[in-house]
């Protein structure tokens, strides 16, 4: 990956140059709720897809008004499910976007997609739309576990899904949750190769979590989430999971993000390096630095009241926090570290005022757990699996 370069002007306004500048879409959306899910979704009968892009246009333009002059490195359509989105809604939403800043020449553009029918059905119309990067929410790809997760697609139509934005889309990922219930190592090591059998150039693998408030967590609570792995086995997949993904030339560029040289997801990298990104959607969270002041975004999650907020106000945001430069050093070290490259001392150490404890980074290399050279700190494959406790000590 390319290393950014620390812009010195004299002052912390231009920090965010580090990590680039991206858009942020959120479209709350689902055709059902996933029982492990605790993002931002909604499941809705009637969607007025026209009022939304209204409303999205609106907030991209008030936004390209305060940050004038940037140049846009990304914008990632999430959701929800940002697959249920008429085309024309993601193009309006794209050239709002180019009216409001203007666009690298490399610039990526990508929309998380499920595998369903209907979904597949789009993708010709995202791609003429502008969107060259597809994210698939596959998840699994036996259809036993994909019942268990939820999910309303099978496995075959998970990989037509695929074989169809493998022929439409330049770049393609997709995600697959493993420590799931009663998964054997050689379940999750035959289920990954075929997944990197099949091509893509970026996987995002999740250890499945218990979140509270999801569906998942009422079942764990009440005793009915049976066969999830224990500790030891967690850490073997894990293990396993960093082991074949780099023997196949997809090493970890992040803690749970793996990718062929060079297809590592620009957005992604912009939230890990402490960018700016301008966010716009119910319950979407923003970054941006204006006037030299760094501030932290938010959204009201409800979607009426997100719309109704944008088309009352022209503003669908709360008010905002400006981030303390300590807080933004802390920040930066919590992204940075879950990344392979590491931490940038120099700019860790402009933004916190003060050096790294040398011995705290010599014990933690005495352990095993950092490596320190040419500049930047960064977690050992050794220091991965217990990155947390190496965060507490550095923080």
Known sequence: MQ??????????????RNGGFGLYVHWPFCASKCP???????????????????????????????????VLGSIFFGGGTPSLMDPAVVAGVIEAARS????????????EANPGSVERGRFAGYADAGVGRLSMGIQALNDADLRRLGRLHTAAEARSAFDVARAVFPRISFDLIYARQ??????????????????????????????????FGARAAAGGLKGLPDDDLAADLYLDTQDICAAAGMPAYEVSNHAAAGAESRHNLIYWRQG???????????????????????SPRAPGE??????????????????????????????????????DVVRFERLSGGPMDPATIARLQALGFVEATGGRVRATAQGRPVLNAILRDLA
Do not use: K
Request: hydrophobic residues 40%; charged residues 25%; glycine residues 8%.
């Open 276 to 298: 700016d990104w301008a966010s716009v959607g119910p319950g979407a969270h923003g970054r941006l630095t204006v006037q030299g002041r760094r501030w932290a975004i938010e």
């Open 100 to 111: 409001a800043w203007r666009f690298a020449n490399d610039i990526e553009i990508t929309l």
């Open 36 to 70: 492990y899910c605790d993002f931002n979704s909604h499941v809705a009968s009637a969607i007025d897809q026209r009022r939304w892009l209204d409303a999205y246009r609106t907030e991209i333009a008030r936004l390209g008004q305060q940050t004038p002059g940037r």
């Open 3 to 16: 290393q950014p370069v620390f812009e010195d002007v004299g002052d912390f306004g231009a920090d965010w």
């Open 306 to 343: 997100w719309l109704s907020m944008v088309e009352t106000t022209g503003a669908g945001e709360r008010p905002r926090v400006a981030i303390p430069i300590e807080e933004q050093a802390t920040e930066y070290l919590l992204m940075a570290m879950r990344l392979a490259e590491g931490l």
């Open 182 to 215: 009663n998964q054997s190592r050689q379940d999750w090591t035959a289920e990954l190769r075929q997944a990197l059998a099949m091509a893509a150039d970026h996987l995002s693998l999740y250890q499945l979590t218990v979140e509270p408030g999801t569906a």
